[in-house]
């Protein structure tokens, strides 16, 4: 067995998370590695170290505080939606009314406007006549014509 | 995760992330604070956080807020120094030689890393169970394990064989 395999399988070994058909064939390893012997104590130690860690108290009034906040929390959430909406709807209707008159102002301003006749009411003679013009088309003299 | 599950959630890991916050800031007035601050975050985030690895999520919020929160305390102090030289630090916590290096190193490591120590050490659980609570494979435990346990040898055991342990 290498060193470098020998040395993971020491770690799974101290966390006794090793197969037991494994163990042997590491002892074997370790029995005659001074370096991996070493590893194997640092690894003790180290262990040591970890699990003599003090076990803190967990304050009781803490999950109070978070779960009082978290309510909180949702609260001002609701609130916010309600705000949102209040503000929201009001700028709509708004905008609705809005072109909604437009629209109806915009009809009636084009409704009244009439840019030519719809029927042509007299000729372009009796027309022009009524300008106080005579057209020399009137009057037969002055065509020059012969009218049979 | 639900909203409705929070309350359940958070019975289950208020107890491991106000130790792990613990490790990381060595005070537990600071460590009260931002517990809080890590449960308020990932309340915020629920609807987004699958089951399965909420734990690992909660770990690396705790992780973050804990070094956000030291930034600015050095800040904080550093800017104002003779204001509050007087005024005892009832903050500081008691001195524990051995703890404290071992917090240091805890706190360097990734967190990744400090929580699969943190559930190996603290909580006893098996490679199997982390991986569980994590949701990750038993092989990504291991893996992890063994750069931890790396990390904390090169940091912890070259300071004890400096002071002849």
Same mark, same amino acid.
């Given at each position: 067995?290498?060193?470098?395999?020998?040395?993971?399988? &020491?770690?799974?070994?101290?966390?006794?998370?090793?197969?037991?058909?494994?163990?042997?064939?590491?002892?074997?390893?370790?029995?005659?590695?001074?370096?991996?012997?070493?590893?194997?104590?640092?690894?003790?130690?180290?262990?040591?170290?970890?699990?003599?860690?003090?076990? /803190?108290?967990?304050?009781?009034?803490?999950?109070?505080?978070?779960?009082?906040?978290? *309510?909180?929390?949702?609260?001002?959430?609701?609130?916010?939606?309600?705000?949102?909406?209040?503000?929201?709807?009001? *700028?709509?209707?708004?905008? &609705?009314?809005?072109?909604?008159?437009?629209?109806?102002?915009?009809?009636?301003?084009?409704?009244?406007?009439?840019?030519?006749?719809?029927?042509?009411? /007299?000729?372009?003679?009796?027309?022009?006549?009524?300008?106080?013009?005579?057209?020399?088309?009137?009057?037969?003299?002055?065509?020059?014509?012969?009218?049979? | 995760?639900?909203?409705?599950?929070?309350?359940?959630?958070?019975?289950?890991?208020?107890?491991?992330?106000?130790?792990?916050?613990?490790?990381?800031?060595? #005070? =537990? #007035?600071?460590? #009260? =604070?931002?517990?809080?601050?890590?449960?308020?975050?990932?309340?915020?985030?629920? =609807?987004?956080?699958?089951?399965?690895?909420?734990?690992?999520?909660?770990?690396?919020?705790?992780? #973050?807020?804990?070094?956000?929160?030291?930034?600015?305390?050095?800040?904080?102090?550093?800017?104002?120094?003779?204001?509050?030289?007087?005024?005892?630090?009832?903050? $500081?916590?008691?001195?524990?030689? =051995?703890?404290?290096?071992?917090? +240091?190193?805890?706190?360097?490591?990734?967190?990744?890393?400090?929580?699969?120590?943190?559930? +190996?050490?603290?909580?006893?659980?098996?490679y199997k169970?982390?991986a569980?609570?994590?949701?990750?494979t038993v092989k990504a435990v291991e893996?992890?394990?063994?750069? $931890?346990?790396? +990390?904390?040898?090169?940091?912890?055991?070259?300071?004890?064989?400096?002071?002849?342990?």
């Amino acid at each position: 067995m290498r060193c470098r395999a020998a040395k993971r399988q &020491i770690e799974l070994k101290l966390d006794r998370e090793l197969e037991p058909g494994r163990i042997r064939k590491l002892d074997q390893h370790l029995s005659s590695c001074p370096a991996c012997r070493a590893y194997l104590d640092e690894g003790l130690k180290l262990q040591k170290l970890l699990q003599a860690q003090p076990r /803190a108290e967990f304050p009781a009034w803490l999950h109070h505080q978070i779960m009082e906040k978290t *309510a909180r929390h949702d609260r001002q959430r609701k609130q916010y939606k309600i705000r949102w909406r209040l503000q929201t709807i009001p *700028a709509l209707l708004v905008l &609705i009314l809005m072109f909604t008159v437009g629209g109806l102002l915009g009809k009636a301003a084009f409704s009244s406007f009439v840019p030519f006749p719809e029927t042509p009411s /007299a000729t372009p003679s009796q027309e022009l006549a009524s300008f106080g013009e005579v057209s020399l088309l009137d009057d037969p003299n002055l065509a020059g014509g012969v009218h049979e | 995760m639900k909203k409705e599950q929070f309350e359940a959630f958070l019975k289950a890991n208020e107890k491991r992330i106000y130790h792990y916050l613990l490790t990381l800031v060595a #005070n =537990d #007035n600071d460590a #009260n =604070d931002i517990v809080q601050m890590v449960f308020i975050s990932f309340y915020e985030h629920i =609807d987004r956080v699958e089951e399965a690895t909420a734990v690992a999520y909660l770990y690396r919020i705790a992780y #973050n807020k804990s070094m956000t929160f030291l930034k600015q305390k050095n800040r904080y102090v550093s800017l104002d120094p003779h204001s509050f030289s007087r005024l005892p630090d009832r903050s $500081a916590p008691e001195p524990e030689p =051995d703890h404290s290096a071992l917090h +240091q190193a805890l706190r360097e490591l990734p967190p990744k890393l400090a929580s699969v120590i943190h559930l +190996q050490y603290y909580e006893k659980l098996s490679y199997k169970e982390i991986a569980k609570k994590l949701g990750i494979t038993v092989k990504a435990v291991e893996s992890l394990l063994v750069r $931890a346990k790396k +990390q904390l040898r090169k940091k912890l055991l070259r300071e004890m064989q400096g002071k002849g342990v």
